[in-house]
């Protein structure tokens, strides 16, 4: 069982990214999925949330606009695209996995990012250059 996020680079200010989040050994349909990141030097963050069956996906305010997440069932991949990124947005970027019969309660009535994620994947580093 892995959880896998990929699709950093590097990007100039203004540019974009897609991040992919991928499962193995498991099907992400059950499951609410987080995006995090952490910068150099800071805790970890919050970025985006979609619950299980895809709907109210969840952005943190610095990202509202620029980022927007989706789930490809088919495929069993939950995408971050990003646009209009900028020096701020470097980080390592991870996706983690909450079965969703378990943690919706907290996802919906609390914080998508409060929820006792079961997977996390390796992270991918996002740089963004000026």
């Known amino acids: 069982v892995q959880l896998q996020a990929s699709g950093g680079g590097l990007a100039q200010s203004g540019g974009s990214l897609r991040l992919s989040c991928v499962a193995y050994g498991f099907t992400l349909d059950d499951y609410h999925i987080g995006w995090f990141r952490q910068a150099p030097g800071k805790e970890r963050e919050g970025v985006s949330c979609i619950s299980s069956s895809g709907s109210m996906p969840y952005y943190t305010d610095s990202v509202k606009g620029r980022f927007t997440v989706s789930r490809d069932s088919a495929k069993s991949t939950v995408y971050l695209q990003m646009n209009s990124l900028s020096r701020e947005d470097t980080a390592i970027y991870s996706c983690?996995?909450?079965?969703?019969?378990?943690?919706?309660?907290?996802?919906?009535?609390?914080?998508?990012?409060?929820?006792?994620?079961?997977?996390w994947g390796q992270g991918t580093l996002v740089t963004v250059s000026s």
């Open positions: 983690a996995a909450a079965l969703s019969r378990r943690h919706s309660g907290t996802y919906y009535s609390r914080s998508c990012f409060e929820v006792g994620y079961d997977y």
